[in-house]
Nanobody, 118 residues
Framework: QVQLVESGGGLVQAGGSLRLSCAASGLTFSRNTMAWFRQPPGKEREFVAKSGWSYATTEYADSVKGRFTILRNNAENTLYLQMNSLKPEDTAVYYC???????????WGQGTQVTVSS
């Protein structure tokens, strides 16, 4: 079965950096679109970034453009999210998602908490 395991979350001061990882198994990683979402406290889950499997396409939410970078290592079945210049409003549980079918992602990780202090 498909498993997505996130890691790398933690507490960081505003302006700092974190790198999240998502280790994937049970799917053909190199042939699937992968994405990061986040859920801030008391809010709905929102899109952060995605990495398409073809042509190495990427897409970002406006709120993170220029600060976050989504990366993938197909040889190691791992998705990353490099987060720089973090802001308190980036505080959220971050989720990895995989296999985009019929307009939604089919598989989700358990999430990793990111807290940015001011």
């Amino acid at each position: 079965q498909v498993q997505l395991v996130e890691s790398g979350g933690g507490l960081v001061q505003a302006g700092g950096s974190l790198r999240l990882s998502c280790a994937a198994s049970g799917l053909t990683f190199s042939r699937n679109t992968m994405a990061w979402f986040r859920q801030p406290p008391g809010k709905e889950r929102e899109f952060v970034a995605k990495s398409g499997w073809s042509y190495a396409t990427t897409e970002y939410a406006d709120s993170v453009k220029g600060r976050f970078t989504i990366l993938r290592n197909n040889a190691e079945n791992t998705l990353y999210l490099q987060m720089n210049s973090l802001k308190p409003e980036d505080t959220a549980v971050y989720y990895c998602a995989a296999v985009f079918v019929s307009g939604k992602y089919q598989y989700w990780g358990q999430g990793t908490q990111v807290t940015v202090s001011s």
